[in-house]
Nanobody, 125 residues
Framework: QVQLTESGGGLVQPGGSLKLSCVAS????????MAWFRQAPGKERQFVAA????????YYTDSVKGRFTISRDNAKNTVYLQMNSLVPEDTAVYYC??????????????????WGQGTQVTVSS
């Protein structure tokens, strides 16, 4: 069993920044990757970024490349999502997730076993 707790969401103006955190407790070390997804109102949940524990390799959806950075602190069992140059289209509930997806499934929400409760990010002037 793994518990994931996100924090760091809020309201920010276009062009601003936010840093999301996700703390994993329980048997997090049993899994190989953590990821961030987001869901905007009326839309399906979308992959944002992922990080594999062993290799440290990171993956991003095209719309956030160069603006978002996923990072982790293994000692704290925490993964972060630094979001810069935010635009209104980034408005969504952001979720962290943990699992052991194969590479081809890394961007699929079905590949992750545990999810956090979500944190709201609103980009608006």
């Amino acid at each position: 069993q793994v518990q994931l707790t996100e924090s760091g969401g809020g309201l920010v103006q276009p062009g601003g920044s936010l840093k999301l955190s996700c703390v994993a407790s329980g048997r997090a070390s049993s899994y190989t990757a953590m990821a961030w997804f987001r869901q905007a109102p009326g839309k399906e949940r979308q992959f944002v970024a992922a990080s594999r524990w062993s290799s440290g390799i990171t993956y991003y959806t095209d719309s956030v490349k160069g603006r978002f950075t996923i990072s982790r602190d293994n000692a704290k069992n925490t993964v972060y999502l630094q979001m810069n140059s935010l635009v209104p289209e980034d408005t969504a509930v952001y979720y962290c997730a943990i699992g052991s997806p194969i590479l081809s499934a890394l961007r699929s929400d079905n590949a992750y076993y545990y999810w956090g409760q979500g944190t709201q990010v609103t980009v608006s002037s």
